[in-house]
């Protein structure tokens, strides 16, 4: 056995251990399996973080000329992408994109949430833009045994003078 086929079937085995361990998984544990769960998670905390500032200076925010209403805006643009990425999973991609994007603006009217918020929010946007749905499924048929066809055909049809 060469080394790759011990790496298929070792990508076998954990895809099998896998699949029992989500038999046996609550709904809960199964929902958020499918759904980009902590990307999202940390992207409604950038928000509310980013949200902290601008909402205890409101009485400012509405004066001509103040940029806190830009930060109100940031933070709930923010909060509303990861209460939607919840419910929107196939989109994650672009949620998280925009979630990184207004992260880093709202430094410009909510000083990012004392920058913790920017660091989260580009934290979560990544893990968005990185997450992707995976289903486990198990096949019957040995990878080896698929090779060794393959393999013993390519042989069969080249020349022997070579």
């Known amino acids: 056995m060469n080394r790759k086929e011990k790496k298929m079937l070792k990508r076998q085995e954990k895809l099998q251990k896998k ?3 989500m038999l046996e998984a609550s ?4 929902w958020r399996n499918s759904r980009p769960f902590w990307g999202a998670t940390l992207t409604l905390l950038a928000g509310f973080m980013i949200l902290y500032i601008p ?4 009485a400012l925010a509405f ?3 103040s940029y806190a209403i ?6 709930g643009l923010i909060v509303l992408i990861g209460i939607l990425a919840y419910f929107y999973p196939h989109l994650s991609t672009l949620f998280g994109i925009v979630t990184i994007f207004l992260s880093v603006l709202s430094i410009m009217g909510a000083l990012g949430g004392f920058l913790i918020g920017t660091i989260v929010g580009i934290v979560g946007g990544a893990i968005l833009v990185g997450w992707n749905s995976e289903s486990v499924t198990i096949s019957t048929d040995k990878p080896s045994q698929k090779k060794k066809k393959k393999i013993e055909g390519d042989q069969s049809s080249t020349p022997a003078s070579l």
């Open 19 to 21: 699949h029992e361990k």
């Open 27 to 30: 709904k809960f544990t199964l």
């Open 55 to 58: 909402i205890h200076l409101f």
């Open 63 to 65: 004066t001509p000329g």
């Open 70 to 75: 830009l930060g109100i805006l940031f933070g």
